[in-house]
């Protein structure tokens, strides 16, 4: 009768130990996609404003040291309707990246004058030009148009940011025009 009385207890605490950890499992993938939700630009938020909070959620790929070779880094402009025309500095990272348009392309750049800047492409070609400046964290964004290829420019400092913008104009187009 002891034995009963001992697996039962047993068996009772197994189940409750099972209860509890689907509770934490529940309740942590809730928690994850509160946060998550949170961090994602409103529906209508400017370009600048998704650009800024796409690389606020991947600080990581900031202190990346890769050198993207030239090649790879022309293919993957091109799928987006842009071709370097000078001088882009140390592509540190390229790649696609989801948007809550589509895929978009992130880049980031190790510039030869302004430190680094983050690029992130729309898959869009509505060209946003006319799109107010976004500051968070430390880091700034506008929007830069060309003929239609909206791209988003993320940088540390915003007194660079014409300079930076100017300087993209210069090394970068819209390889259908």
Not at 24 to 29: D, E, H, I, K, T
Not at 89 to 99: A, F, M, N, S
Not at 120 to 141: D, H, W
């Amino acid at each position: 009768m002891a034995e009963r009385i001992l697996l039962s207890t047993q068996l009772r605490r197994r189940q409750w130990q099972r209860y509890a950890i689907a509770a934490s499992a529940v309740l942590s993938v809730t928690l994850g996609a509160i946060a998550l939700h949170e961090r994602e630009p409103e529906r209508g938020s400017t370009f600048s404003a998704i650009a800024l909070t796409h690389v606020l959620s991947e600080p990581h790929l900031l202190t990346r040291q890769d050198r993207i070779p030239y090649p790879r880094v022309a293919r993957s402009l091109a799928a987006y309707h842009l071709a370097p025309r000078g001088d882009l500095g140390l592509v540190r990272y390229i790649d696609q990246c989801e948007l809550p348009e589509g895929q978009g392309l992130h880049v980031v750049l190790e510039t030869p004058h302004y430190g680094l800047v983050s690029l992130i492409v729309s898959p869009s070609t509505s060209g946003r030009v006319n799109e107010s400046p976004t500051s968070q964290a430390g880091l700034n964004a506008e929007t830069l148009d060309f003929d239609g290829v909206s791209v988003g420019v993320v940088a540390m400092s915003q007194q660079d940011m014409a300079p930076i913008k100017q300087w993209l104009r210069g090394v970068l187009r819209n390889a259908r025009a």
